[in-house]
């Protein structure tokens, strides 16, 4: 199974960014995927999940109405929109997979991603 992270980079505050991150391996398309984030000295935080129909999402609270999460399961691929970036925002975010629901419990999913670098400048 392999989860590959991009989209990452540097950008202004109030900048946009699209992640993506394109699965393999994984036995059928019927998982939940999870974009997590963590800054340094910061634990693991949950930022938004989707269902493997897409039926269902979930979003942290810093993000909500700013961050879109959704999927192209022809491509196995699941993007995070994410809109009016802050300078909080930065940290290295990861994409993680779970056969079971989604949860914002990062200990929950199964396979992870390697992760990729978002800054937002001041």
């Known amino acids: 199974v392999q989860l590959q992270a991009s989209g990452g980079g540097l950008v202004q505050a109030g900048g946009s960014l699209r992640l993506s991150c394109a699965a393999s391996?994984?036995?059928?398309?019927?998982?939940?995927m999870g974009w997590f984030r963590q800054a340094p000295g910061k634990e693991r935080e949950f930022v938004a999940g989707i269902t493997w129909s897409g039926g269902f999402l979930d979003y942290a609270d810093s993000v909500k109405g700013r961050f879109t999460t959704s999927r192209d399961n022809a491509k196995n691929t699941v993007y995070l929109q994410m809109n009016s970036l802050k300078p909080e925002d930065t940290a290295v975010y990861y994409c993680?997979?779970?056969?079971?629901?989604?949860?914002?419990?990062?200990?929950?999913?199964?396979?992870w991603g390697q992760g990729t670098q978002v800054t937002v400048s001041s």
């Open positions: 391996g994984l036995a059928s398309t019927t998982y939940g």
């Open positions: 993680a997979a779970t056969y079971a629901r989604i949860t914002t419990l990062w200990n929950e999913y199964q396979y």
